[in-house]
């Protein structure tokens, strides 16, 4: 009994906090006037602010192995978990992609629109109008984050990347900027109650991260690939060797076991 009161204890906290965010970052939006034009010079700093937030409320402190440096460029990481949009979006200086439909969500879509995400509208199969809208966005001075990899992982590798999309930094000549990402327990094992993959629901997902104490998310940031006289499959297979090998790397680094 006592332990069940405990979880619900700790769940009840983390909602709690994920609440005050919101609202914090409700807050923030109004103040800045970023629900009438979202103010895209400032924006990153407070996107950062309020994504370092959102992971804290849900219990996982963001590390970064190495400073992150403030590119502007097209930046990929690998993918575990939803938790992967607050992590990476606390350490780097980037605005998300969005199914547009999204957008029209009451309380996120709202705070979305306000936090300048790239909405894309998507044909059926349209990639090459995806990476346009991503190349127009990037011309405009806004760095995108997306997640090569198409899917979820359990963490332990990066699976095939595809580079479709890097065709934008082709198109614009701004470099491609990987972070990879590993969620830790207190342990020092990796967390498989961050991951959100295989079978599981997003309501198994919430719960288990509710559930779970002392995860650290450790970001590692590798260095640029740029596309000077490369073609998009050089760029793809460059990327994934580079990705393989930090991945590799920063597991190294953190884990224990």
């Not at 997306?146 to 934008?168: H, M, N, V």
């Not at 198109?171 to 990796?190: E, H, M, N, Q, R």
Request: charged content about 20%; some cysteine; hydrophobic content about 40%.
């Amino acid at each position: 009994m006592a332990g069940f009161i405990k979880t619900q204890l700790n769940r009840g906290k983390k909602i709690i906090g994920m609440g005050a965010t919101l609202a914090g970052g409700y807050r923030t939006a109004k103040r800045i006037g970023a629900f009438n034009a979202p103010p895209r010079d400032i924006l990153p700093k407070y996107i950062q602010t309020f994504c370092r937030k959102m992971a804290n409320s849900f219990g996982v402190q963001v590390v970064q192995v190495e400073p992150v440096p403030q590119t502007h460029g097209l930046w990929v990481s690998n993918h575990v978990s939803w938790l992967d949009i607050p992590v990476v979006g606390s350490v780097a200086p980037v605005f998300f992609l969005s199914k547009a439909e999204i957008g029209e969500w009451f309380i996120f879509g709202k705070l979305a629109k306000a936090g300048g995400t790239l909405f894309i509208k998507r044909g059926s199969g349209d990639v090459g109008g995806v990476s346009d809208q991503i190349s127009d966005f990037l011309r405009g001075g806004s760095s995108v984050v997306f997640f090569p990899e198409a899917t979820t992982t359990d963490g332990k590798q990066i699976k095939k990347i595809y580079g479709k999309l890097l065709q934008s930094a082709l198109d614009t000549g701004l470099p491609i900027c990987p972070v990879v990402v590993a969620y830790v327990d207190k342990d020092g094992s990796l967390s498989d109650d961050a991951a959100y993959y295989g079978k599981r629901t997003m309501a198994d997902s919430l719960r288990r991260v509710a559930d779970s104490k002392g995860i650290t998310a450790y970001v590692l940031a590798l260095e640029p690939i740029y596309p000077n006289d490369k073609t998009r499959s050089e760029l793809t297979a460059e990327l994934q060797k580079a990705m393989e090998e930090g991945l590799a790397d920063l597991h190294k680094r953190v884990l224990k076991a």
